[in-house]
């Protein structure tokens, strides 16, 4: 096969398996519009599996992550509400919340629920969010690459390019709900990734809870674009 046909092949394989289609990862209730006054928002501890890059990048938060996860996360609902929600958030004990099952397209979901919710407004209720250090492999075949941390093996005319990706993930399962009526607004399951080339900071842990904060409200009527 000539190089011509080579190239072809993988276009063509890029354009077929790129237009598969993909289970949405989040589900909002089209009957949401309107944007609420209030946003009680409760979750669990956050997990995180990473503790020795705590220790370093937030030393004085070590033993207390909540200090420093709670107004963050409120800075960057905030953000993306433009101010003009009352965000009021609270750690709750894991037993006050209890795991739901959704589905979206036949795909099942847990979705969080709190047993505690009373009054008007809207509740957005978090668990299981995990912040974890990931090392990912690829491998590209057939083409060039000057990615960093990228090894390239030669196999005749083709070559073979492997590359290792460090990143800081945050995951989280969500769900909003009307606390007047119970009714679930909006459910999903979010990931955030900040890259790093060679060592992990401060501005990690910010950009994973900046992208997870901004996921979370989309197509909800809380975020402004």
């Known amino acids: 096969m000539n190089s011509f046909c080579k190239i072809a092949l993988v276009a063509f394989s ?9 289970v949405p990862n989040f589900f909002v209730e089209p009957t949401w519009t309107e944007k609420p006054t209030n946003v009680f928002v ?3 501890e956050p997990v995180i599996e990473n503790q020795d ?7 004085d938060y070590a033993e207390n992550f909540d200090k420093w996860f709670n107004p963050e996360l409120k800075k960057y609902l905030d953000l993306f509400a433009r101010n003009t929600v009352q965000f009021t ?3 709750a004990d ?5 795991p739901d099952t959704a589905e979206i397209q036949d795909t099942s979901m847990i979705v969080p629920a709190f047993k505690g919710m009373e009054g008007d407004g809207v509740y957005l209720v978090l668990s299981n969010i995990v912040f974890s250090r990931r090392e990912d492999s690829y491998m590209h075949h057939g083409f060039q690459t000057t990615m960093p ?3 390239q093996i030669m196999n005749g005319d083709n070559i073979n390019n492997y590359y290792t990706e460090n990143a800081l993930w945050v ?3 969500y769900a909003f709900y009307d606390a007047k009526t119970g009714d679930r607004l909006a459910f999903g399951r ?5 890259r790093f080339t060679y060592a992990m900071t401060t501005g990690d842990w910010e950009k994973c809870v900046k992208g997870l904060a901004k996921k979370i409200l989309l197509r909800t009527p809380l975020l402004n674009r």
């Open 42 to 44: 409760v979750y669990t």
């Open 190 to 194: 979010q990931s955030q990734r900040s």
């Open 14 to 22: 890029i354009v077929l398996f790129g237009c598969a289609p993909r």
């Open 89 to 91: 958030l609270t750690k």
């Open 53 to 59: 890059d705590l220790e370093d990048d937030l030393e």
């Open 149 to 151: 941390n990228t090894n």
């Open 171 to 173: 995951s989280s399962d």
């Open 94 to 98: 894991s037993s006050q919340i209890v």
